[in-house]
């Protein structure tokens, strides 16, 4: 709280004092958090990025992003004012603190004083944990004996019948949100990302913790997933609606399936591996064909998001946040 106040201190100070809004410090950190995701060098929407001064300065497909001088006429403040702001999309409007560091920012001269910086610090694991961390994912190998547990940024493996120190497998990303053995308990996959920045997906051997392949899929965390009977290719829900399905083989090109129009929470392969069901934050149920990639069928039943999927041979079920369980016969 203290450092809150401190930091809107400082905030007033520059303001009231009247010191020019500075691009790096201020306008940047407001496009990092909210924006980036989808005007980046990796997502172009609109024609426009904002990761970059040359294409900012140029604009997007309408034309330059603003007018110095002229807050009111600046395409940016179109864009994330009004009662409805376009921007951020699918999003909560931006603060009006925020919207007036871009008018002042332009009001001043859209001055670039440095370039974006990516001041992102690197994921840190501790050595001991102070408290102990949340965990967000959980497998067990089928004969009980081993599993795996995700924390933040690292999975942790271990012998469930012995006491032999856990093995700690680090990751890069912010937060893991998946990890799964695949179905002969040889491999594990860890899946998640770092909001706005990346998803990523990482297979270790799951006896010595080695790892077999490692990649980078689309500009924000990957969720839930889940192996394909043969234990090649994981499919896994993505932030965008997509979900992707990843092969171990990291020469193997990834495929996705554009399905929903919002986070994709929970994946389940059928026992033959032929379908894929899908659950969402759009609050559907997805059947969709592997080899196809195309939606087969859509249960709109929900009034609320989706959180969990699961089939056997002849039917799956989801649920989610309405507390109702949906079946589907296959
Ligand atoms: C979830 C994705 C998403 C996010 C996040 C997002 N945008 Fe957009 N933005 C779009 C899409 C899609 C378009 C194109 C809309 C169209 O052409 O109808 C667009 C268009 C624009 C345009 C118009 C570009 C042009 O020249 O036509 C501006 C300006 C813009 N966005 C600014 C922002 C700003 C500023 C933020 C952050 C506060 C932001 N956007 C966040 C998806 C997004």
Same mark, same amino acid.
């Given at each position: 709280?203290?450092?809150?106040?401190?930091?809107?201190?400082?905030?007033?100070?520059?303001?009231?004092?009247?010191?020019?809004?500075?691009?790096?410090?201020?306008?940047?950190?407001?496009?990092?958090?909210?924006?980036?995701?989808?005007?980046?060098?990796?997502?172009?929407?609109?024609?426009?990025?904002?990761?970059?001064?040359?294409?900012?300065?140029?604009?997007?497909?309408?034309?330059?992003?603003?007018?110095?001088?002229?807050?009111?006429?600046?395409?940016?403040?179109?864009?994330?004012?009004?009662?409805?702001?376009?921007?951020?999309?699918?999003?909560?409007?931006?603060?009006?603190?925020?919207?007036?560091?871009?008018?002042?920012?332009?009001?001043?001269?859209?001055?670039?004083?440095?370039?974006?910086?990516?001041?992102?610090?690197?994921?840190?694991?501790?050595?001991?944990?102070?408290?102990?961390?949340?965990?967000?994912?959980?497998?067990?190998?089928?004969?009980?004996? +081993?599993?795996?547990?995700?924390?933040?940024?690292?999975?942790?493996?271990?012998?469930?019948?012995?006491?032999?120190?856990?093995?700690?497998?680090?990751?890069?990303?912010?937060?893991?949100?998946?990890?799964?053995?695949?179905?002969?308990?040889?491999?594990?996959?860890?899946?998640?990302?770092?909001?706005?920045?990346?998803?990523?997906?990482? +297979?270790?051997?799951?006896?010595?913790?080695?790892?077999?392949?490692?990649?980078?899929?689309?500009?924000?965390?990957?969720?839930?997933?889940?192996?394909a009977p043969d234990?090649?290719?994981?499919?896994?829900?993505?932030?965008?609606?997509?979900?992707?399905?990843?092969?171990?083989?990291?020469?193997?090109?990834?495929?996705?399936?554009?399905?929903?129009?919002?986070?994709?929470?929970?994946?389940a392969f059928t026992a033959d591996g032929k379908q894929l069901?899908?659950?969402?934050?759009?609050?559907?149920?997805?059947?969709?064909s592997v080899e196809?990639?195309?939606?087969?069928?859509?249960?709109?039943?929900?009034?609320?998001?989706?959180?969990?999927?699961?089939a056997d041979p002849l039917?799956?079920?989801?649920?989610?946040?309405?507390?109702?369980?949906?079946?589907?016969?296959l």
């Amino acid at each position: 709280m203290r450092r809150l106040t401190l930091i809107l201190g400082l905030f007033w100070a520059v303001h009231a004092s009247g010191a020019d809004v500075s691009f790096q410090r201020e306008v940047w950190p407001i496009f990092k958090r909210h924006c980036i995701g989808c005007h980046s060098e990796q997502k172009k929407k609109g024609g426009l990025r904002l990761d970059d001064v040359a294409a900012l300065l140029k604009g997007g497909k309408s034309g330059p992003l603003f007018v110095v001088g002229k807050p009111d006429d600046s395409e940016l403040i179109d864009q994330v004012t009004g009662d409805e702001p376009e921007m951020p999309q699918n999003d909560a409007p931006l603060s009006r603190a925020k919207v007036k560091v871009l008018q002042d920012w332009i009001a001043q001269g859209g001055k670039i004083d440095g370039p974006p910086k990516s001041d992102v610090p690197p994921v840190t694991i501790p050595q001991f944990y102070a408290y102990a961390p949340a965990i967000s994912s959980v497998t067990i190998r089928s004969d009980g004996k +081993f599993a795996a547990v995700a924390c933040r940024s690292e999975v942790v493996t271990f012998n469930v019948d012995d006491d032999v120190t856990p093995r700690r497998l680090p990751t890069d990303f912010d937060l893991i949100n998946h990890v799964e053995l695949s179905p002969d308990g040889q491999r594990l996959a860890v899946a998640g990302g770092s909001p706005q920045q990346f998803g990523g997906i990482i +297979f270790f051997h799951a006896a010595d913790g080695t790892r077999e392949s490692a990649r980078r899929v689309g500009t924000d965390t990957l969720f839930k997933g889940n192996f394909a009977p043969d234990g090649q290719t994981i499919a896994v829900g993505g932030p965008t609606g997509a979900v992707y399905l990843i092969p171990v083989d990291e020469k193997a090109p990834v495929k996705n399936i554009e399905l929903h129009s919002d986070w994709v929470t929970a994946v389940a392969f059928t026992a033959d591996g032929k379908q894929l069901i899908t659950g969402s934050r759009d609050k559907t149920t997805k059947l969709s064909s592997v080899e196809g990639l195309n939606l087969l069928r859509s249960v709109d039943q929900s009034p609320e998001m989706i959180n969990a999927v699961a089939a056997d041979p002849l039917t799956a079920i989801s649920g989610g946040k309405a507390g109702v369980l949906l079946r589907l016969r296959l």
